[in-house]
């Protein structure tokens, strides 16, 4: 049961994390920072669980970005919006 809820928390996590992606190019049309995206997150605060997170959504297909450039995080597909 333990890990059922952390799965579906760091899926909510993951969820938060590409609504916050979304919103932030839509509005600034470039890319968040790490930093930026832990101020956004209510879930995350930490640059460095950002970067696991945004780690996971790379290896699942989901994003694209460049460890060691700053705003290349990429959507690789469009997510709907959440309200």
Request: aromatic share 4%; proline share 5%.
């Amino acid at each position: 049961m333990q890990i059922r809820t952390l799965q579906m928390r760091m899926e909510h996590t993951e969820q938060e994390i590409l609504e916050q992606i979304e919103r932030y190019m839509a509005k600034h049309r470039k890319a968040p920072t790490m930093r930026e995206l832990s101020r956004l997150c209510t879930s995350v605060s930490s640059t460095s669980t950002i970067k696991a997170y945004l780690d996971r959504l790379k290896d699942k297909g989901i994003i694209h970005y460049e460890p060691k450039k700053p705003r290349s995080i990429a959507l690789k597909k469009e997510l709907p919006l959440a309200k």
